[in-house]
């Protein structure tokens, strides 16, 4: 899988969590393990690094603490896996790019 950076944010560790573009039309996303290899935990910031007219097609839940979790398909490829640099609280999950087609209904206050 070829990875392009998109952004990171919300560490001051090493490569802290972070979000890719993968050559699969789809994202990877960096963040900290949770008690569930599918699941990952990541800044609330993370997600506005994705490419324009995109957003991650996975389910977010608010933790309360500034942070989502994410869940989607484990990495465990070695080929993916050495492009990272984990710190080992870290792990990554492969998840949907979805087209944004809609972006809400314009204010009674801007249509004059």
């Known amino acids: ?10 560490s001051g560790d090493r490569d802290c969590p972070t979000l ?3 050559d699969h039309d789809s994202f990877l996303v960096q963040g900290w393990k949770t008690d569930r290899p599918d699941t990952i ?3 609330h910031l993370l997600p506005g690094f994705a490419d324009p007219d995109t957003f991650i097609g996975a389910t977010m839940t608010d933790t ?3 942070t989502f979790t994410v869940s989607g398909r484990p ?4 080929e993916t896996l050495g492009q ?6 870290e792990t990554a999950v492969e998840v949907p790019k979805l087209e944004r087609t809609f972006y809400g ?3 009674p206050r801007t249509r004059r």
């Open 75 to 78: 990495i465990t490829d070695t």
């Open 1 to 10: 899988m070829r990875l392009t950076f998109l952004g990171k944010g919300g």
């Open 64 to 66: 309360g603490r500034g």
């Open 84 to 89: 990272l640099t984990l710190a080992t609280d």
């Open 41 to 43: 935990e990541i800044p």
């Open 20 to 22: 890719y573009a993968t």
């Open 105 to 107: 209904a314009d204010s």
